[in-house]
């Protein structure tokens, strides 16, 4: 039988069986039986919400992603809850194209099926307004692009967790609108939260701090960019106050980061084909290569994910936007 059929028949025994075989997300045989029963109960109550998502983000719809890990993965977060006194806030850090705002929208919907009120939110939506980015372009034109680190509000970040881990309830929650100023983008109104048990936070360089490196490593090729590579990598110091409020680090991985320019691309071609504007290729190159000249995944990634220093997991993405190894 598939997975699939598996699943729809309620056949416990092998789905307990298929567990134990490749254990992941704390399965063992003293509590395997109890994990996938709560599973399947989930899976149920949530599938009907989960394809409506899919629909609306017009992914394929993956029994195996969602038993695998979308659903054990939000039991594991749910956990991580139960320990905590006040709200968890749950860190994301992938790089572009790697599905954060999918997951943690997939989290949000198992989470609630639980019994958690959960808030997605993304340090996208700390950018500065958009005066204050042109003020700051204008000080550094090499700030050029929205994303980098000192391009946020990092303090008003501290202060929106802060409140969240005192339950200092309604928050406004920040939130910015990218299609603002023909995409240069801008704070948009404030999200009114009345509670919330987790706050799944996610960002391309969620946690990453500052580290020692000559930054010789292709994109970085001139003095010029070794330099904003440099001034990046000290600008990181101003984030790690915020990380410190982070109660759990998740690390979406892609051993091979050059992937993310071919995704990027994919989804270019498919506004245009679609009658959008998009990027051109040589566009999307430079798009993405201007982050990895502020912070290379190879210099600020890498290294957390070998040594594992301040991540709780970290989950490996392969080619075809697969999960298939969890550490």
């Excluded at 394809?51 to 594991?76: F, G, H, R, V, Y």
């Excluded at 790690?240 to 680090?249: G, S």
């Excluded at 798009?287 to 290379?296: D, G, M, T």
Aim: glycine share 6%; hydrophobic share 40%.
């Amino acid at each position: 039988m598939t997975l699939e059929e598996l699943i729809r028949s309620n056949d416990r025994s092998q789905l307990e069986s298929l567990a134990l075989q490749d254990p992941i997300f704390g399965i063992d045989a003293d509590n395997v039986r109890d994990r996938i029963q709560t599973r399947l109960a989930l899976f149920h109550e949530s599938y009907v919400a989960i394809a409506d998502l899919c629909t609306e983000l017009k992914l394929s719809l993956s029994i195996e992603t969602i038993w695998n890990l979308w659903l054990p993965l939000a039991m594991q977060i749910a956990d991580w809850r139960q320990a905590k006194q006040h709200c968890l806030i749950q860190g994301f850090l992938g790089g572009q194209g790697t599905g954060k705002t999918t997951l943690t929208r997939m989290l949000s919907i198992i989470l609630k099926q639980i019994g958690y009120q959960s808030v997605s939110w993304s340090i996208d939506d700390l950018y500065l307004p958009y005066v204050d980015r042109v003020a700051l372009r204008n000080r550094d034109p090499r700030l050029v692009r929205r994303g980098p680190p000192g391009t946020h509000d990092v303090q008003l970040g501290i202060e929106i967790l802060t409140q969240f881990q005192q339950g200092n309830f309604p928050i406004a929650l920040p939130r910015f609108d990218k299609s603002a100023y023909g995409g240069a983008g801008d704070r948009t109104n404030p999200e009114r939260i009345n509670q919330a048990d987790i706050v799944l936070f996610e960002g391309w360089f969620m946690g990453a701090r500052p580290i020692v490196s000559e930054f010789n490593v292709a994109p970085i090729t001139t003095e010029v960019d070794r330099q904003f590579a440099r001034d990046m990598n000290e600008q990181l110091r101003n984030y790690v106050p915020l990380w410190e409020l982070l109660d759990r680090l998740i690390v979406l991985y892609i051993p091979d980061y050059q992937l993310s320019k071919r995704w990027r691309k994919q989804a270019e071609h498919q506004m245009i084909a679609q009658g959008k504007a998009g990027m051109s290729d040589v566009e999307i190159d430079q798009f993405v290569e201007y982050f990895w000249k502020a912070l290379h995944p190879e210099l600020f990634i890498t290294p957390m994910v070998e040594q594992s220093e301040n991540v709780d997991l970290i989950l490996e993405i392969g080619s075809e936007h697969s999960f298939h190894r969890f550490k």
